[in-house]
Every structure is written in structure tokens, then in C-alpha cells.
């Protein structure tokens, strides 16, 4: 099994700092959180953006960006990278909207190159969250990679595919707290 894989199948451990990650998505994952972030920099297609949770008494940031389905205007993601608050895992979390089928899991395909699937964790008022601890190979490939494509299901036989411009990533990350 490749690296990516286990990695993908580690996803199904995740569970950390479950009210960090309730508290987190509660500033980053809405409409509303994004006003409350602040964007820090710019990085290509990404948004470093920085906010302090509810009930947090120190500021947490993300590597964010927003996309929409093109031929599906109504299918949007948000993809968000950050660091937990321990320090000790980097995390990539993907909101999906809600309505998709939850057992097909959110497939990953990195420059042609399928990447596996991962399980959605939790769905909230907002949409349905799939989340993956990135080790180091993993970051390295999302670096060097051009394009990702996110694939959902909306029927067992229905995959949308939702390309994420990875053009900024590296800096983006390096600045990354």
C-alpha cells in the first residue's frame, strides 16, 4: 500500500481535539466565519486567513480556498489546511455540501494520479467534512503537484469532479504558523 493510501485510510483514526475541530470550523468552515477570519496573505489561489475561535484565547490560522463545481454551480468546496493547536498534526479538511452520498467518501486525484478516498467525518448545518493527518511525503506531493481534483457523489454512479488549483500552495504552507 503507497504512502498516499495509508494516508487517506489514517483519516478513519482522526478524531483529534474534537472541540478544537468544533470550535475551529465554527470560525473557518461558514460563510459567516469568513468574515470574522481576517486574510493574512494571499498565496496563488490560496487565502492565508487567521481568526481566535470562540472561547480561544490564541489565534489560529488556515491555508483556505473556495471552489465551485464549473458545470454545477450549486457544488462548491472549501479545502482548508492548518496545523491543530497541539502542534502535532497538519490537517487537510475539505467542507462539501450537503446532499452528496456520504459512503462514496471524497475521492482525491493528484495531476491523473488517484490518490485514494476519505471518509467524511461530520456533517453540520454547513455541509459534510472529510478530513486526512498529512505526513511529510504527502505535503511534498501537494507542492510539487499542478492541479487537484476532489471527486463527490451524488448518486453511486454520479461523480463530480472539482479541480483545486494547488498554484500558491508551497508558500502558502511555508507561512503557515
Known amino acids: 500500500m503507497s504512502n498516499s493510501r495509508k494516508l487517506w485510510g489514517i483519516a478513519l483514526l482522526v478524531r483529534l ?22 486574510v493574512r496573505s494571499e498565496h496563488g489561489d490560496w487565502q492565508l486567513t487567521c481568526g481566535t475561535p470562540a472561547g480561544a484565547s490564541f489565534e ?6 473556495n471552489v465551485t463545481a464549473e458545470d454545477q454551480p ?13 502542534g502535532q498534526a497538519r490537517l487537510l479538511r475539505v467542507l462539501a455540501p450537503l446532499g452528496i452520498l456520504l459512503p462514496n467518501e471524497l475521492g482525491l486525484v493528484l495531476d491523473g494520479n488517484d490518490k485514494g478516498r476519505a471518509p467524511f467525518i461530520r456533517c453540520m448545518p ?15 506531493e501537494l507542492k510539487g503537484a499542478q492541479t487537484a481534483l476532489f471527486v463527490l457523489f451524488k448518486t453511486p454512479e454520479e461523480g ?18
Open 17 to 38: 481535539v474534537a472541540v478544537f475541530t468544533f470550535l475551529f470550523l465554527s470560525v473557518f468552515a461558514g460563510s459567516s466565519a469568513f468574515a470574522q477570519g481576517a
Open 160 to 177: 463530480i469532479g472539482i479541480p483545486v488549483s494547488l498554484s500558491g500552495f508551497g508558500s502558502g504552507y511555508a507561512e503557515l504558523p
Open 126 to 140: 454547513n455541509g459534510c467534512m472529510a478530513e486526512v493527518v498529512m505526513d511529510d511525503a504527502f505535503i511534498e
Open 74 to 86: 450549486g457544488v462548491a468546496l472549501s479545502v482548508i489546511i492548518l496545523k491543530t493547536a497541539d
Open 60 to 65: 489560529q490560522c488556515a491555508l483556505i480556498q
